[in-house]
């Protein structure tokens, strides 16, 4: 499925498995993320099991941060990669924590300050980045490509802001093989928003997640639109049978 249709209505995309004009996915996306930011982190170890801090510290490994480096997390919520970002880049270095949901800014703010890291903060749409060209060495985004409206223009806009060399890392939910296709399904679309409704008392956004999962492009159809946007050296590591996949692409 193309991921904008033009009617005549005007211009719709998809929010999970419903069809809705842009303008409105902004919102209803952003509607999703206020309601479950106080929850995240404890959802996000009931939904993988844990797995998801694996994925991650798989993530910051592969994005080799060094002193003095300055990388730009994008969607970067509850500041799990900014936080140890902040910790390899250093005092020389300048980490940028970003994200265009507020109540999910404010938790990552907030834990990184309880941490004892200052580092700056900035609400912002990855699909309009506030930075210069050819300004950062790591560009990273976990978990949050799949929400954007235009990944394509988002994809275009990382690739901008990286210096020549620089990296861009994409960590997303992926594709699974097809025998395990049907458990998948039955877990994200029954135990999921159970467990939604039970923790975060909000079924509806974990059952927006399972499918906002399922319209997110294939590994090898992100592979494409990530060389597309001018990426070179494009490789992708499937994690945990492809349940997530972590994305890399080079400036050159």
């Known amino acids: 499925m193309s991921e904008q249709v033009n009617k005549m209505d005007g211009t719709t995309t998809h929010f999970g498995y419903t069809t809705v004009a842009e303008e409105e996915k902004v919102h209803k996306v952003a509607e999703v993320f206020h309601s479950v930011a106080a929850k995240y982190d404890v959802m996000n170890d009931l939904m993988s099991a844990g797995l998801h801090r694996i994925w991650k510290i798989f993530t910051i490994a592969q994005a080799g941060v060094r002193p003095g480096f300055r990388v730009l997390d994008i969607a970067g919520g509850t500041g799990d990669l900014a936080k140890e970002f902040v910790k390899q880049a250093g005092k020389t270095g300048e980490v940028w924590h970003t994200d265009i949901n507020e109540s999910m800014l404010r938790v990552g703010r907030d834990r990184l300050l309880n941490k004892g890291l200052i580092t700056p903060t900035l609400l912002c749409d990855a699909e309009k980045l506030p930075f210069p060209d050819n300004y950062f060495d790591r560009v990273s985004v976990a978990f949050g490509l799949r929400n954007m409206t235009h990944k394509d223009q988002a994809l ?97």
Do not use: C
């Open 156 to 252: 275009a806009e990382m690739r901008r802001v990286l210096k020549p060399g620089g990296k861009l890392l994409v960590l997303e939910f992926s594709k699974v093989p097809e025998v395990l296709q049907k458990p998948y399904d039955l877990y994200s679309f029954k135990v999921l928003p159970w467990l939604g409704q039970k923790i975060a008392n909000d079924a509806d956004s974990y059952r927006y997640l399972a499918e906002s999962i399922r319209m997110h492009p294939d590994q090898e159809t992100l592979k494409g639109m990530m060389q597309e946007a001018g990426l070179e050296r494009v490789e992708y590591f499937n994690l945990t049978a492809g349940v997530a996949a972590l994305h890399t692409g080079i400036k050159l």
